[in-house]
C-alpha cells in the first residue's frame, strides 16, 4: 500500500506519515518547500513537492504510484481568510480533482468536528474555516467519484495519545482529542477502509481499532 499524504509538515501530518512508516506502508509527504523534506524523512517518509496553489493537472505527477491520498493540508491559524480558501477550499478540491485524474479510487478528508452543522458555525471565532471545509467535504461526497473517508476530529490536543476514541459524539462527551490519535486513526483507516463514511471523533473508551470496526458494521 502506497500513501500520499498532503500536508504531511502539519502536525497532523507529520504524525500520519509516522504511523503509516511504521505500520510498514511506503508513504510519501506532501510538501510546499524543500526545507521540509528533513521532518518528512525523520517520520520514515519520502517526501513529494505538491504544490497546492497550482492547478490540478501539475499535481497529478506527484500522484503517481499511490493507492491512497490523505488531505492533512490547513492553512494556519496564522493567515487571513483568503489562504482559508485558497488551502481548505480550493487546494482540497484540486487535490481531489488531481487524485481521480490520477486513477486514483481513495480519498481520506481530515475535516473537522462541527462542519457539517451550520448551526455551530456561528458561535465560532473560525467560521470561514468552517464554511471552507463544509464545501470541500460537500465535494468530495457529491462532485467526485472517489471512496472517501472524512474524518472529523474534535479539538486538537499535544497531549500524549491514548489510543481510545469515541464516535459521534454527543454533546455531554469529551470535545477534544490528541493529534496523535487523529493520526492513528486516520492510519488504521488507510489499512482498513471505511468507503463513503463520515467519521466524527474525539477521545474516549474504546480503543481505535474496535471503534473503527464498529464504524464498519453499522455501514
Known sequence: MTTLVIGAHGQVGQHIVHDLAANGETVFGGIRNAEQA?????QGG????????GTADA?????QGIDTVVFSAGSGGSTGDDMTLNIDL??????????????????IMVSAMGTGNRESWAKSSIRPYYVAKYYADQWLQHRTDLAYTIVRPGILTNDAPTGKLALNPTKSDNRSITRADVAATVAAVVAHPLPRQIITLVNGETPIDQALSQAAVLQ
Open 59 to 63: 499535481m497529478v505527477p506527484a500522484m
Open 90 to 107: 480550493d487546494g482540497a478540491v484540486k487535490a481531489m480533482i488531481a487524485t481521480e485524474k490520477a486513477g486514483i479510487k481513495r480519498f
Open 38 to 42: 528533513a521532518s518528512i524523512d525523520k
Open 46 to 53: 519520502q517526501a513529494r513537492m505538491f504544490d497546492l496553489m
